[in-house]
């Protein structure tokens, strides 16, 4: 039997080349059981005219499909549907019943509503993204990414790719952020006091899991990341929160009895404050003084452009009291899931084990493609890159939040990607960022940060990492325009 | 100043193309800060005769260096450190001390020693491996997963490679499981229903986190998968096990006031039981009577090349009973960490939720290669050459295990990737695996999978997943003698 070529049509939504659409037209209607075993496809000429391609794209999707044994060939005759080809299942699916079980029971440990992530999927289609922690796409060095990932995708490196590494971690990429990128931060680390981890993210997580347990008190910032304060509410550990200061987190105000205290002295998050060297020692000493220990967040340390940035809480630490979360996220881009924990090698080792329990390991493709990009210099170009035009960027935003008389709540003094803003009195930044939507702009409220179940409303960020630098000034004024509309009817209710 | 070309070495020991170690050798040498903005490097010529190497390798080398602002050109003159090559440090880093923690103290939850995995990484070395669950080489498609991983890494993608998906997964990937995986299993489902996680061992411990606490019961299978074991310590729920026939587990063991049940199938972990229709149908129904939920691990259901699949557990459930758990690892590669949990809406919510927390997402740029992958037909070609593959290597095994008269404990009606094994009486496996060790031979010692803290000795697991059909008989031959040589010595004993 002959399959009709009318049954065939081009998905035009479907991405790919037409010789890739043109494949997976066939190899799906295999699989639905569309065309069965010993059925004959169209001529490639007859299966071109009605598609409307050339000839030659349809005979090089025919070759790949024999290639993979969809088809097979018979010389002259034509292309068959293979008598190896796969079958579709026997049974029929069927959508499983509302059922019978009670979840609000069921569930024996309830995790939502969790972060709160309500930033939109579809920020790169705004004017003037203001928004936080998303890859430039005119920045980021798409190529040389691409040559690294190739290079890791190779058959010398076959078992890199492939292999189950069980608990441990690409050697390679472990090497490099032991050699390269800790000694910039003034640290000195052993491959067992080095583990990586999804993102920092899974990095804070770890910690909490590790260090933490239902009688011990951790102390965070506030404001701080949102998504730590939920780490370490699921985590089920005491808490308390510490204001933060112009200069980051003042030890002093830490309660007695803490344990473990999360922190982020380069640039606070979300205040953009970096902690001075005295206030740093001062927090080692009482670290020390009353036994506990210090997570630093050190995100986004690679983003000092203004002056060197200073050596990091953990090259400061005489005690192994400092565990130091690193990551790429913020210099390669976020959808890569990668970090890194360093710390002593009794808490890595625990670490270690729980990653094991939870996930393994960070795929070895990944692991690899990253250690190629470190090790051929292009992490260094891409950062310097970055550091030039996020500068460029934060000059044209600090002159235009002047002229438009707007107050800064904090800055970062190495440089950092985003600056800390206060709206007038009164204003809500929620209802700001929504109102700015509609203008093209997108920008971060601040309440989520704040741990106070009424936070303040009236801060909120701006991010100068993905926004063309010609866009601030108008994107600045638009903030500007709707909130001095705001305050006018404030005022006028 | 001129660098003085005898300060450049080739790294011998170094992966990857003449150009990119040459590369390396530079970029190190700058971030090192051997090298100073304004220095001159040798000439192409001189590099080049110094290196062995030809001219254009060091020119192509040195206009890459040029790309990344390591190096400037300057006409004829010559190759000079950028004045905006980055930086060494400004301080220097020093190892962290041993410091003043109590680490015993501290950890706040142990975690070690968790999953034991005393597998060799270097398992590819071995004449005889008979390992379990690692990628071989000569069956996998690793031409079309790189084709499919370059087009993930276009600039078409560049949003669903980098993007901060933040608690969403692919929308494509998605669309493809819920499209063509699940339907062969009988599994209709939305959206909703489908959550990606990194493998199925991190499906499975979302599955335990959101569904046990410290008052429900759960029951495993024993033997059963040792990693599963840990992850229900760790999650500090109840936990009972429930000795599997040769069906798999019997429903009528499972303890009254049993709240998850942790179950195995297709093809029971490690015995290879294909457990049949009635008896599924009588755990859905005991489920059902006594209110528990039933993971179903339904791992390798791919490798069914001895006769089509029984439909999955959860395809019989008419009560939304059913947590599924599927995996690429086997399929594709376990390197990957891509696996999926299937399950009611209420629960997959949960899951996320804690996925948000502990990880985030896996990562983008693996989730769209698969979605490639499975969209072209390459992922159906590549089972059904793992499966004529694996057919033609049991067949060969069958025969060698009867020639030798060693006694199988199990396989799997449908197929699988292993056969479970019983030495003769007096036998410890773990010994019998080291003495096989030394003739090339890999074989996976069976204590392990047991709950028992004096676990029986005498079983072992041959996988023919990685070992080529021509080694099968003279690997069987060589444990045949070994069990015959520790026969007589546990007699002469």
């Known amino acids: ?59 090089l999707a025919y070759t790949e499909l024999v290639a993979d044994d969809y088809l097979t060939s018979r ?143 951790a102390a965070i910032e506030d404001p701080c990341y949102p998504a730590l304060r939920t780490i ?25 009895g803490t344990d473990v205290v999360f922190t982020t002295p380069s640039h606070q998050c979300p205040t953009a404050a970096t902690m001075p060297i ?7 000493q009482k670290a020390e003084a009353e036994d506990f220990l ?14 060197s940035p200073s050596p990091s809480l953990k090259s400061l630490d005489q005690n192994g009291r400092v565990i130091y979360v690193g990551s790429f996220s913020k210099s390669l881009f976020p959808g890569l899931r990668l970090g890194y924990l360093v710390g002593p090698a009794p808490f890595i080792r625990e670490a270690r084990a729980l990653r094991a329990t939870v996930l393994r390991h ?23 890159r970055m550091g030039r035009a996020y500068h460029e960027r934060r000059k044209v935003l600090d002159a235009a939040l002047k002229a438009h008389d707007l107050t800064v709540a904090g800055v970062g003094t190495y440089g950092g990607s985003a600056v800390w803003m206060k709206a007038p009195p009164g204003v809500d930044t929620a209802l700001l960022a929504a109102r700015l939507r509609a203008d093209g702009v997108l920008i971060e409220p601040g309440a989520a940060f704040f741990a106070a179940e009424d936070p303040p409303r009236q801060y909120f960020r701006l991010a100068y990492s993905s926004i063309p630098v010609a866009r601030i000034p108008t994107g600045v004024a638009l903030i500007a325009a709707a909130l001095k509309e705001m305050a006018g009817e404030s005022i006028s209710i």
Not at 173 to 198: C, K, N, S, W, Y
Not at 363 to 378: C, D, E, K, M
Request: hydrophobic share 40%; net charge neutral.
């Open 75 to 217: 010389g002259r005759s034509g292309y068959y549907v293979s008598e190896n080809a796969p079958e579709p299942p026997a049974f029929a699916a069927q959508r499983a019943a509302t059922g019978t079980v009670d979840w609000t029971r069921a569930i024996g440990r309830p995790f939502t509503p969790g972060v709160n992530f309500d930033k939109p999927a579809d920020w790169a289609s705004y004017r003037y993204p203001f928004i936080y922690g998303q890859a430039d796409k005119t920045l980021f060095d798409s190529t040389n990414w691409r040559l690294c990932a190739l290079q890791a995708l190779g058959m010398r490196d076959f078992t890199a790719l492939t292999a189950d590494y069980y608990d441990r971690d690409d050697p390679k990429l472990v090497d490099f952020i032991t050699r390269q990128i800790l000694p910039r931060r003034g640290i000195l680390a052993h491959e067992d006091e080095v583990l990586l981890t999804m993102g920092a993210q899974n990095a804070l997580w770890l910690s909490a899991q590790v260090l933490l347990n239902s009688r011990r008190l």
């Open 1 to 59: 039997m002959s399959i009709s070529v009318e049954t065939f049509f081009l998905d035009t939504a479907a991405e790919g080349t037409l010789q890739a659409r043109i494949q997976q037209m066939v190899a799906q209607g295999i699989l639905k059981g569309r065309f069965r075993p010993g059925e004959r496809l169209p001529s490639s000429r007859r299966m071109a005219t009605h598609l409307g391609v050339s000839r030659i794209t349809v005979t």
């Open 278 to 284: 005295a206030r740093r020692k001062a927090l080692l």
């Open 232 to 256: 370490l509410t699921q985590a089920r550990c005491q808490l308390s929160t510490v204001s933060v200061d112009a200069d980051g987190l003042p030890p002093d105000a830490l309660p007695d």
């Open 362 to 384: 960070p795929p070895g493709h990944i692991q690899r493609t990253v250690a190629y990009y470190l090790s051929l210099g292009h992490y260094d170009a891409l950062i310097r």
């Open 294 to 307: 210090i997570v630093e967040d050190d995100y986004e340390f690679e983003m000092s452009f203004l002056k």
